[in-house]
């Protein structure tokens, strides 16, 4: 069985996600045409090869266009997806746009139940229901394409399993719909609840709410990596040039070894 553990040294994001499994070996062609399959315009993915600290790595970006035709790239410390008023999509709607694509059916589930984890916790946080947050217009095609991209990948690698590490934070605040945010986001630490975490001296943010989600709705095991035949190794590059230390995540993909 094809198992994956996601080391996030550097914390993790829905771009370091599609950036590390592209690096591990998932054809980028194959992830984009994917991608098609959903009702959703407005957008391009970027590829190219990037270095952190000295480790060769893949970014990934989502460019949005904009309303006023401006194209735009949402990055990690900027994502604070879900907001309690104004214009954007309901959870209802962002189920309903996966739903009605033509993705194969594991992979809509695994994408629903993500964005139900996200709606969860930031109408915990806001003392609302998940039915009522919004996700505003650029974020919210980013996230779909960041969310709907890693679920693809789990799907073209074979990946049935997926574990991670303990997930670091970093500290200071984020500026935001609500105005100034601690770090960790609300949202973010509420969706890492139950997971093991630790804190570091970095200032910014290291885990996105969905960074976080995909996380809590797809991997069953933390901590350390589990025994495996190691095949394949992908790094991620964040967007954020981290003084002294490398804004990278890593995924190891193997066999399982009982």
Do not use: W
Request: with cysteine; net charge negative.
């Amino acid at each position: 069985m094809t198992i994956a553990y996601f080391d996030c040294f550097s914390g993790i994001s829905g771009d370091m996600i599609l950036g590390a499994l592209v690096d591990a070996g998932m054809d980028f062609e194959e992830l984009t045409n994917e991608l098609k399959k959903l009702p959703v315009d407005g957008y391009r993915l970027t590829r190219k090869e990037v270095a952190r600290q000295h480790i060769s790595g893949t970014k990934i970006d989502v460019i949005v266009r904009t309303a006023s035709g401006h194209e735009v790239v949402e990055g990690p410390g900027e994502e604070m997806p879900y907001h309690e008023h104004g214009d954007g999509r309901h959870l209802a709607d962002l189920i309903s746009i996966i739903e009605n694509s033509e993705l194969n059916h594991v992979i809509k589930q695994q994408a629903i139940c993500i964005f139900e984890q996200l709606a969860t916790a930031e109408g915990k946080v806001h003392g609302i229901s998940k039915e009522a947050v919004h996700l505003h217009e650029v974020s919210g095609v980013d996230a779909i394409i960041d969310i709907v991209g890693a679920c693809i990948g789990l799907a073209l690698l074979d990946i049935k399993t997926v574990y991670t590490s303990a997930l670091p934070v970093g500290r200071g605040f984020v500026h935001c719909d609500h105005g100034l945010m601690p770090v960790p986001a609300p949202g973010a630490l509420e969706l890492m609840r139950d997971m093991p975490v630790y804190q570091t001296g970095i200032e910014g943010e290291l885990v996105t709410p969905t960074g976080a989600a995909f996380l809590k709705a797809t991997a069953t095991g933390q901590g350390v990596m589990p025994k495996m035949v190691l095949r394949k190794i992908g790094y991620g590059a964040g967007t954020k040039e981290i003084q002294g230390h490398p804004n990278m995540l890593r995924v190891c993909i193997g066999d399982k070894v009982d």
